[in-house]
């Protein structure tokens, strides 16, 4: 791929928040401001889970290799939303009253999960650099598994918030479920045929007619 | 009296107001000051008029304004029925004669933990009761919205079982600061913020302050209201405001005012004590 599309990629996936900024800074954020806000970067948070988990079906799919090179960079800028979205909720929600915090987390389980999902994605952006790559080797694949968990509460911290009119939720869990899916049957598909293969001459022992 | 009532109707054909809706000029005129009003800052109409929760239209509170652009609320029928003795069907028009406007400037509390401040105009609910005369077993009125998917998108979908439909206890209906509304900022209610008449209940939740109505029923039992039937754990029927009851997924202590950042605590019953008097000796944590 040519060397400047890296570069802007990057930039595009500031896009939303700029997007934001220049809103706030003309007051065109509506009523709401902070709800707009909120709603915003957990959606960002959402489509960059998404995103991230689309590469590596993509890259096999299609045979191209080099996305593999932004699956590092989409799953950062997840983490990075899902900040933004996390200090909205601490600071412009709760105005950093931990007491509330704690209650909150303890009570709602729509932010017990979501919390979940935001604490599973910090060891996943610690370890996202070439140096913890090596020193984890195989672990760190095995580790970074735990992005299924983080996006599955993701989805279901947004699902159990709307109030009635799931459609957005489901969206996301549709395209979620496609791309675990995806996962389950390249793990399991060898796995059955290698057991029939197995199998097979078993079989054909005890029923010789067939 | 009458000069008060006349004013009230003209200029019905501009009422469909475009977005972002500019208020044009005073349809009210002689407005009568309210002793219920509040003192604190209004919300800006703009605010007010954009960003409205009326599935009806939209689920996307900041869409309803746009989509009920052309929502016709003229001709409009509005039908009484039930244990009342004069059951009929009031051209809405009629109804809008029946006092003489009031401007009352209301807290109004949404269940989802923001709030705003809003000069309705209306006069009290009690008046229509009074007038239609409901019999002795009618213990509760029923509120219902026009159901029309022709003009309301929202109800194409199933999102809500239409028409929506709230209710009120009689003595809450007939206490004063029930509000009839048919107006607001001294002008026609914009279609988006329930026009042609609605109701303002404001030491409730938003949603029990049903919009578009075109039928008010007597019943000697409780209404199921739309909220209530539609998840029963976390929306009740009763639904005052109650920063000691939380809903089961997030907590009611605070509410954001549209328009100022820092949240402000929730007060009982949205600051209306006045109306404690209707719950005394009910257990308002049960009675949701």
Redesign the interface.
């Known amino acids: 791929m040519v060397r400047w599309f890296k570069p802007v990629v990057f930039l595009a996936c500031l896009g939303p928040l700029a997007r934001l900024a220049w809103k706030a800074y003309n007051q065109a954020l509506?009523?709401?401001p902070?709800?707009v806000i909120t709603h915003s970067t957990g959606d960002w948070t959402l489509i960059f889970l998404l995103v991230t988990l689309a590469v590596t079906p993509l890259r096999k799919l299609t045979g191209q290799l080099w996305l593999i090179r932004y699956r590092r960079m989409f799953g950062l800028f997840a983490f990075f939303y899902v900040v933004l979205h996390f200090l909205t909720y601490i600071w412009l929600?709760k105005?950093f009253d931990l007491h509330?915090m704690l209650?909150?987390i303890a009570?709602?389980?729509?932010i017990t999960v979501g919390f979940t999902g935001f604490l599973l994605l910090i060891p996943l952006a610690v370890t996202s650099t070439s140096g913890w790559i090596r020193r984890l080797g195989k672990r760190w694949q095995r580790l970074h598994q735990l992005i299924y968990f983080s996006a599955t509460a993701g989805v279901i911290h947004y699902w159990?918030?709307v109030?009635?009119?799931i459609h957005k939720p489901l969206e996301y869990a549709v395209v979620l479920g496609i791309l675990l899916g995806y996962r389950l049957i390249t793990w399991a598909v060898p796995k059955l045929r290698a057991s029939r293969t197995r199998s097979v001459p078993a079989r054909r022992l005890e029923l010789p007619q067939e | 009296m009458a000069g008060a009532a006349a004013a009230v109707v003209k200029g019905v054909p501009e009422l469909i107001s475009p977005t972002p809706v500019v208020l044009a000029d005073t349809k009210f005129q002689n407005l009568q000051k309210s002793s219920f009003s509040t003192t604190e800052k209004i919300t800006p109409f703009k605010d007010v008029s954009n960003y409205n929760n009326y599935y009806e239209f939209s689920t996307d509170k900041y869409e309803p304004a746009g989509l009920a652009k052309n929502f016709k609320t003229r001709p409009w029928k509005v039908k009484i029925d039930g244990h009342v003795s004069k059951k009929q069907e009031f051209q809405v028009d009629d109804i809008i004669k029946m006092a003489a406007p009031e401007e009352r400037i209301y807290r109004h509390r949404c269940v989802e933990g923001w709030s705003i401040v809003v000069p309705w105009v209306g006069f009290s609910l009690s008046v229509l009761i009074n007038k239609v005369q409901p019999l002795a077993k009618a213990k509760f009125v029923e509120f219902t919205t026009i159901y029309d998917p022709g003009q309301m998108p929202g109800q194409r979908g199933n999102v809500l079982d239409w028409p929506y439909i709230e209710g009120l206890r009689m003595d809450e209906a007939m206490h004063p600061l029930a509000l009839l509304c048919f107006g607001m900022y001294g002008d026609l209610l914009p279609n988006q913020d329930g026009a042609p008449l609605r109701i303002v209940v404001p030491w409730k939740y938003g949603f029990k302050s049903a919009k578009a109505i075109v039928r008010i029923r007597f019943t000697d039992s409780q209404p199921v209201n739309t909220w209530n039937k539609t998840a029963p754990n976390e929306y009740g029927f009763y639904s005052n405001v109650n920063p000691n009851v939380d809903h089961p997924r997030w907590s009611q202590a605070k509410e954001r005012r549209l328009g100022e950042f820092l949240k402000r605590p929730t007060l009982m019953f949205n600051g209306y004590d006045q109306v404690a008097s209707l719950y005394s000796g009910m257990d308002l944590k049960k009675n949701v």
């Not at chain 1, 009570?107 to 729509?110: G, I, L, S, W, Y």
């Open positions: 509506g009523a709401n902070i709800e929600d105005f509330e209650a909150d009570k709602r389980k729509f159990w918030l109030k009635k009119d």
